[in-house]
C-alpha cells in the first residue's frame, strides 16, 4: 500500500505530500500519525530550513474523511480532534516556515492544514472552503481559531456560517493566501519561496516565528518585552555575528 504522506528533500526544503489522490487526499487519522513523525523528522534535522506542504493529483486535500467521521461517538471525536489539532499545531510551531502549494481543491481539513502553514500560495483555479456546517460538524482541527486570526472575525464568521466557495484569487484578495499563480506555477513558486527562507539564519527565523505566534496573545507591552528578549538572542547568535560582519566588511 502506498504510503499516505510522501516526504522527499531537495536541498535546504523539505517537501510534505498529502498522498491519496483516488479520495482526494482527505485526511484520516493514518494521514496525521504520518504527518506527526515526518514533523519530528523535519525538527530534529537541521539541514532542512524550510518546508512545503502540498497534496497529490488534483487535490491539495479536499476535507477530512467523512467516513471515518461516521465511526466516531463523543468520547472518540473529542480524543481525535485533540491529537488532529496538536499535529497542525506542531506544524504551526516547529521552528521552520511552511509554504502551502494549494494546487486544487483545500477544503475543511484541507484549508485548515494549509492555515497551519506560516504562507499560503494557490492556483488560480484552486477551491478553498469551509462546508463542514453544511454536514451538521464543525472545523476540528484548530480550522475557527486559525481562520479568525488570518482574517478577522467578520470574514472568517462569514466564511464558515455560510460555506462560502472561494477561487485562489478571491482568496489572495480576502487575505485567506499570500498569492494566487497560475496552476502550473504553484510548486515553483512555493520552492522559490522556500529557497529564500532556507538562505536566512535559521536561529533568526526561528525566533521570528515564534514571535509572530506569540504576539496574537499577548498585550503590546509584552508583546516587546519578548521580542527585546528574543532579539538579544539572535544577535549573540554565530549566524548574526557572520553576517552583521559581512555587511560591514562591505562598506569599507
Keep these: 500500500m502506498a504510503d499516505v504522506v510522501l516526504y522527499e528533500k531537495e536541498g535546504p526544503i523539505g517537501i510534505v505530500t498529502v498522498n491519496r489522490p483516488e479520495q482526494r487526499n482527505s485526511l484520516n487519522m493514518a494521514v496525521f ?7 519530528d523528522q523535519i525538527v530534529a534535522d537541521e539541514a532542512i530550513r524550510a518546508v512545503v506542504v502540498t497534496g497529490s493529483g488534483a487535490a491539495f486535500v479536499a476535507g477530512a474523511d467523512i467516513g471515518e467521521l461516521l465511526g466516531y461517538d463523543t468520547k472518540v471525536g473529542w480524543a481525535a480532534s485533540r491529537f488532529q489539532q496538536s499535529v ?10 511552511a509554504i502551502a502549494a494549494i494546487n486544487g481543491f ?7 492544514l494549509a492555515l497551519s502553514c506560516t504562507f499560503r500560495i494557490a492556483s488560480s483555479k484552486a477551491k478553498l472552503g469551509f462546508p463542514e456546517l453544511g454536514l451538521g460538524i464543525i472545523p476540528a482541527f484548530g480550522g475557527t481559531e486559525r481562520a479568525v486570526r488570518t482574517l478577522g472575525h467578520a470574514r472568517a464568521a462569514e466564511l464558515i456560517l455560510f460555506r462560502s466557495i472561494v477561487d485562489g484569487e478571491t482568496a489572495c ?6 498569492v494566487s499563480v497560475d496552476p502550473e506555477q504553484v510548486m515553483a513558486k ?7 527562507l ?10 521570528e516565528l515564534e514571535l509572530l505566534h506569540e504576539d496574537q496573545s499577548m498585550t503590546m507591552e509584552k508583546g516587546l518585552a519578548l521580542e527585546s528578549a528574543l532579539a538579544s538572542l539572535a544577535v549573540a547568535s554565530k549566524e548574526a555575528k557572520e553576517l552583521l560582519g559581512e555587511f560591514l566588511s562591505r562598506g569599507k
Design 106 to 112: 483545500a477544503m475543511g481539513g484541507g484549508l485548515e
Design 88 to 97: 497542525f499545531t506542531k506544524l504551526e510551531k516547529m521552528g521552520k516556515p
Design 198 to 207: 532556507a538562505s536566512l539564519s535559521p536561529v533568526a527565523v526561528r525566533l
Design 190 to 196: 512555493a520552492k522559490k519561496w522556500a529557497l529564500n
Design 173 to 178: 484578495r480576502i487575505g485567506l493566501v499570500n
Design 33 to 39: 500519525c504520518a504527518l506527526d513523525k515526518i514533523l
